[in-house]
């Protein structure tokens, strides 16, 4: 009982101070109470944290581990067991910071503690790939298994592994939509064909496709079409080729990650979420006088995002309510990419490629490479990015780490 007591004190006593180091109050003075020390951290492929220390005590009954989200001030209290040295945290988001504080229990019930350390997540991408790409009207993606990247231009699909090209529908072709199922399907215009054999398995009657998607649920595609001249219109097809809903003058932008619901936007600045089974608008909203470029799902679908005029809006679903962030305008937003986490964009601009936090409104890191960043994708895994940029499509890999900030 003494111990959880302890505990309780020390948790309430570092959440009134954060800035505190030292916990003379608690340590015994027992020569076997030396707390942790030699800290490092370690990260692994999907970006979990590895923390590892050197075990000097000798009378310790288990480890525990004081961790703190810093923005958020939650506190956890994680207990190991006898002669630990090193815990695996799996419930970290790259995008927040965290502090840690190592600890033994002792058999007379009196604790020790390391120092403070501050861990930060410090983005990172290399180039992995590139290849031509004379259009930007064509769509970029990354199959679900991340084996994969093709783009609209010339019907392209390369293999991520070799870094070469898989297979080729026609060379140069303008096909705009693209798009991998879950399965060996891939969206390309308005065909959908097997990857493996680049068969051709159905045609869906919408000619000139700019953009274009496959439902998470692979029931449905959704194609922003256009008459060749001024009109564009959205299309929401059933996997079979059935077509289910028709809007003129719109533009398709992505479904819902439940694929229960989609957006488009018409000529005019608004938006509007509908549902996919029956076409019923949910609701709309009003961006502003400006054309909309892109508009994403967060993956919870409570949010989307929205890249209009060169600003970036957040709506949310539920509550109705919409702002926009801070983000200089001068650097013309015009492709956005939720993180899977739901609290941080991928943002492709006319300079860089930008990592923003949403709760906090700050960038979190960016990549400058030579050229604007457009029509951005993301991997699965978030382990690959791409985007246009130039007459090239650029494919850029994850090498973050976690670091000890102090």
Known sequence: MQKYIIVFCFLFFISCNSNVNETEDIITDSTDSNPPSNITTETDSLNNL?????????????????????????????????????????????????????????????????????????????????????????????????KHIASGYGGIVYSLFNRSIYFQLIPNAVYGACSFGNGDTILMGNKLYNIANAAELIKFNAPYTITGKISNDDNFVGLGTSDGMYSASVKIFQIDGTLV???????????????????????????????????????????????INDAVFSSNDEKVAIASGGKVYIWELYSGDFYNLSIPSNIGVSSIEFGHHGEYLYLGTDQ???????????????????????????????KYISCHSGDIIKVYESKGEWEIIE
């Open 50 to 146: 590895l923390i590892r220390w050197e075990d000097l005590a000798n009378d310790e009954v288990e480890y525990l581990i004081l961790k703190t989200n810093v923005a958020k001030s939650i506190l956890d209290t994680i207990y190991l067991p006898v002669n630990s040295v090193s815990y695996y945290d799996q419930d970290v988001y790259t995008q927040n910071i965290y502090e840690y504080l190592i600890g033994i229990s002792l058999s007379n019930g009196r604790m020790s503690f390391s120092d403070k350390i501050r861990v930060d997540y410090k983005f990172n991408w290399i180039n992995y790939m590139s290849f031509p790409s004379e259009s930007t009207n064509n769509d970029i993606s990354f199959s679900k298994n991340e």
């Open 352 to 382: 860089k490629l930008l990592l923003w936090d949403i709760e906090n409104n700050r960038e979190i890191n960016s990549l400058a490479d030579n050229g604007y960043k457009r029509d951005i994708e993301l991997s699965s895994s978030e």
């Open 245 to 291: 809903h028709n809007y003129q003058y719109g533009f398709f932008f992505n479904f819902s990650n439940s694929s229960s619901s989609f957006v488009y936007s018409n000529a005019y600045g608004e938006i509007s979420h509908v549902n996919t089974l029956s076409g019923n608008v949910i609701s709309s909203i009003k961006v502003g006088d400006y054309y």
